[in-house]
């Protein structure tokens, strides 16, 4: 078979997207295709919606050329407080203080604007030579020992490797047999943003409550305003079914009860979105000539805000296995892939579904533990400094 190509992915996404512009940029021949059109992908307004890359996984964005090209700036994460507490009652006194100049002059990470992540990958793909883009487009894929045929309407490519970065739907992973375990939560996740009258100093508040997390991420300004944050919260499904309904007004109150007043009086900005929870882990990441990569291959509960971090450090280990590589889907090569991502994505899954167990319950002796366990880590700087370098991804 001759290869037109080293490597197809299929799925445009953040981590497929970025993914492709990092092997391209290495000198790869990568064929992307996705069903939707990039372009609607942007949003040309602000929508509140936000990721939190860790410093770990900066280093597939500055690969793939678009941590320089990203038209909103990055707003660096210095500070984390974890705290516990009830809606509308003052957080515990017994908290958790991470600050990252205690392991470095690196922040714990970033807040960027997804529809500037959008941006930058669809402009970098149409300036890289080494990619062809097909999308909207379906591609049918077949796999052999000797290679991959994808065929993509009248056309037909060929390549070493085909990379399912196809969301948790994968229709490749289920082409492929692989099975995938799945975890309900019956939860669901509330995302928006807000303006508030005092700074954030660029410090990320993680505050437990009985219904799920509350998280306060970190934005850069903008022209309309001097102080934003993400707001990124988890409740019981019927509970964010609820919230769904009301009106700006008493949806900011709302957050109001959950966030607190240390950043004075806030404001709802953008739209408010709300996801379903679910944790899922598929039994393997590789097939005849497969990968999975993203959310193909995992999905975690949004308590640590990894979940496109361990995407993206999928993407970051398959571009090192296959920048030296003659086959990029040689057997040796996907075993290294999948003994490199698996165990610590498995791992993740693990700490951040034993997260929510422990602090989403209202259970007054749990909650007195779990203050009490806050305060004894605080009190131990070599565990802090475990914790700060793994939420940094070193």
Excluded at 33 to 47: G, I, N, Q, S, T
Excluded at 120 to 135: D, K, P, Q, S, Y
Excluded at 246 to 257: I, M, N, Q, Y
Aim: glycine share 10%; with cysteine.
């Amino acid at each position: 078979m001759d290869m037109t190509h080293d490597i197809a992915i299929i799925g445009a996404g953040p981590v497929g997207g970025a993914l492709t512009c990092a092997l391209a940029a290495g000198g790869k021949r990568v064929l992307l295709v996705d069903r939707a059109a990039l372009p609607p992908m942007e949003h040309p307004d602000f929508d509140g919606r936000a990721y939190a890359i860790a410093a770990g996984s900066r280093r597939l964005l500055e690969a793939a050329g678009l941590w320089d090209a990203l038209p909103f700036p990055p707003c660096a994460i210095r500070q984390i407080a974890v705290t516990d507490g009830k809606p509308g009652r003052p957080a515990s006194p017994l908290r958790l203080d991470f600050d990252a100049a205690d392991v470095g002059d690196e922040a714990f990470g970033w807040i960027i604007e997804a529809r500037g992540l959008r941006i930058a990958i669809n402009r970098r793909l149409h300036a890289l030579e080494g990619v062809t883009l097909r999308a909207p487009a379906e591609a049918v894929v077949t796999r052999t020992a000797d290679g991959v045929r994808i065929a993509v309407g009248g056309e037909v490519f060929a390549a070493q490797l085909v990379v399912a970065a196809d969301g948790r739907g994968s229709a490749l992973r289920g082409q492929a047999g692989i099975p995938v375990t799945r975890i309900p939560y019956r939860q669901s996740a509330v995302v928006c943003a807000i303006a508030h009258e005092l700074p954030h100093e660029g410090v990320a508040l993680e505050h437990f409550l009985p219904g799920g997390p509350f998280a306060q991420l970190p934005m850069s300004a903008t022209e309309d305003y001097a102080h934003l944050s993400a707001i990124v919260f988890t409740d019981a499904t019927g509970v964010v079914e609820r919230l769904g309904e009301l009106d700006d007004a008493r949806f900011t109150a709302e957050v109001e009860k959950r966030l607190g007043g240390h950043l004075g009086g806030i404001k709802l900005i953008g739209k408010r979105w709300t996801y379903p929870l679910s944790a899922m882990h598929a039994a393997r990441y590789t097939a005849e000539r497969l990968v999975l990569v993203g959310d193909s291959a995992h999905g975690i509960h949004p308590i640590a805000g990894q979940g496109l971090n361990l995407g993206l450090r999928d993407a970051l280990a398959l571009l090192e296995l296959c920048g030296p590589a003659g086959d990029c889907g040689a057997p040796a090569l996907l075993a290294a892939y999948q003994a490199a991502r698996r165990p610590a994505n498995l791992a993740m899954l693990a700490a951040t579904d034993a997260l929510d167990r422990l602090f989403s319950t209202g259970n007054p002796a749990v909650r007195l533990a779990r203050d009490l366990g806050l305060a004894a880590v605080n009190r131990m700087p070599r565990l802090k400094r475990r914790f700060m370098l793994a939420a940094m991804g070193r």
